[in-house]
């Protein structure tokens, strides 16, 4: 069936550093891709989205891109801030197509 | 009110009580679901329902019963619960199965 697999955390940065949270996946055809986030104390939020190879998703400064040649959807952020410390979780439906699967996610802690 | 609302935010309860969670959502949807969130544990989801009908139930122990009345309206009833049920217990909704989530901002549970 799908699976992704997210690199393990934490991941520790300092302000304004450049961030990648490595997502790749195992899936039959080329079913959407989903990032999502989760802040301390609330739900997961939809970060970004990629419904097609190539497409690249972006909201907030992150962008991750479609890679079908190496089944990735890394994310990425050029100058993380402070409050982007959250968790961060990869995401692809189910085989079934009933439900989405979530990686373990890759908390991040951004210090000042 | 708006996006996905789940109440209370918090409960405690012993392990003879019985309670429910209600979920809520506002963006008229087909498909809700029931996930289940502990501590350096990957999210476990536990129900799926499309058009009010179950059609997803991962192996979830009897004393989590769900109810689906209507398409805006999800409940996990509880009753004789573990201590190993603690957790955070997050609902989510979705235009159709398999596509973006939307999720509420959870009910923290623990159980004594």
């Known amino acids: 069936g799908n699976s992704v697999t997210q690199m393990e955390g934490p991941v520790t940065l300092s302000e304004e550093a450049f961030l990648t949270i490595n997502c790749t996946y195992t899936a039959t055809g080329y079913p959407s891709l989903f990032w999502y986030v989760q802040y301390p104390g609330e739900g997961l939020q939809l970060l970004l989205k990629a419904t097609k190879a190539d497409d690249k998703g972006s909201n907030k400064g992150f962008e991750a891109t479609y890679r079908k040649e190496t089944t990735s959807f890394h994310l990425e952020k050029g100058s993380v801030q402070v409050s982007d410390s959250a968790v961060y979780f990869c995401?692809?439906?189910?085989?079934?197509?009933?439900?989405?699967?979530f990686g373990k996610g890759t908390t991040l802690s951004v210090s000042s | 009110e708006t996006g996905v609302t789940q109440t209370p935010r918090h409960l405690v309860m012993g392990m003879t009580n019985k309670k429910s969670l209600k979920c809520e959502q506002h963006l008229g949807h087909n498909a809700m679901y029931w996930y289940k969130q502990s501590a350096k544990k990957p999210l476990e989801l536990m129900f799926v329902?499309?058009?009010?009908?179950?059609?997803e139930n991962n192996s979830v122990p009897s004393r989590f019963s769900p109810e689906c009345p209507n398409s805006s309206h999800l409940f996990l009833h509880l009753h004789t619960l573990q201590p190993e049920d603690s957790a955070l217990y997050l609902c989510?909704?979705?235009?159709?199965?398999?596509?973006?989530?939307?999720f509420g901002p959870g009910t923290r549970l623990t159980v004594t």
């Open positions: 329902y499309s058009l009010e009908e179950r059609v």
């Open positions: 995401a692809l439906p189910s085989q079934a197509g009933t439900a989405l699967i």
């Open positions: 989510a909704s979705s235009q159709s199965q398999g596509f973006e989530q939307y």
